[in-house]
């Protein structure tokens, strides 16, 4: 039984992303493209608000954009894409990043993304599950991501939280011990 309820969190995938920088003006757009998939089998996906946040750098020193998708369903083992695009980026802040200027081939930006989801099994939804995911990825001098793969945001956390998990099964495991005597 708790097998069939157990979820796993969906995965974020970074396929686009482009910054034109032909333009004369101070300000350009940044184009992007999401693929989000749910990997659960008999179970349905309700994403809140997901905020997206660009930066020039994996340090996150120098801000370039942010972009909020609003919320949506996703049945269950299917795949979402979505197509967005980011107008009034500041150009200066991108030139200055690019490879052209620091004298590389490529260089590193680094995208973050923050939802909330609630899992649909069979007619009940369950408690909202937070999603902190990000990535660091190369663009070239006409700042477009160098892999032509799609590249999967991950988190830090689920590093954390399976640690802590393992150390609590471990204590668990020598409460029951000591009280039925074994210890």
């Not at 979820?7 to 004369?24: E, G, H, K, V, W």
């Not at 996150?60 to 609003?70: D, E, L, Q, V």
């Not at 663009?139 to 802590?164: E, F, M, P, Q, W």
Request: net charge positive.
């Amino acid at each position: 039984m708790w097998l069939s309820l157990r979820t796993s969190s969906p995965d974020c995938l970074l396929r686009q992303f482009y910054i034109p920088l032909n333009q004369t003006s101070n300000l350009t757009k940044l184009e992007f493209e999401l693929r989000f998939k749910n990997t659960n089998k008999d179970k349905g996906v309700y994403y809140d608000p997901i905020n997206v946040t660009f930066f020039d750098s994996p340090n996150r020193s120098h801000f370039i954009g942010n972009f909020t998708i609003p919320k949506f369903y996703q049945g269950h083992k299917k795949k979402a894409t979505k197509n967005f695009t980011i107008p009034n980026i500041d150009r200066k802040v991108v030139v200055q990043a690019i490879p052209a200027v620091n004298g590389s081939t490529t260089t590193s930006f680094r995208v973050d993304l923050a939802t909330s989801v609630r899992y649909k099994i069979l007619m009940f939804k369950t408690k909202r599950d937070k999603i902190r995911v990000g990535l660091d990825f190369d663009v070239n001098g006409t700042v477009v991501k160098v892999n032509r793969k799609d590249l999967k945001l991950k988190s830090n956390a689920n590093k954390i939280r399976s640690y802590y998990g393992q150390m609590g099964v471990l204590l668990v495991n020598f409460l029951v011990l000591g009280l039925l005597g074994f210890w």
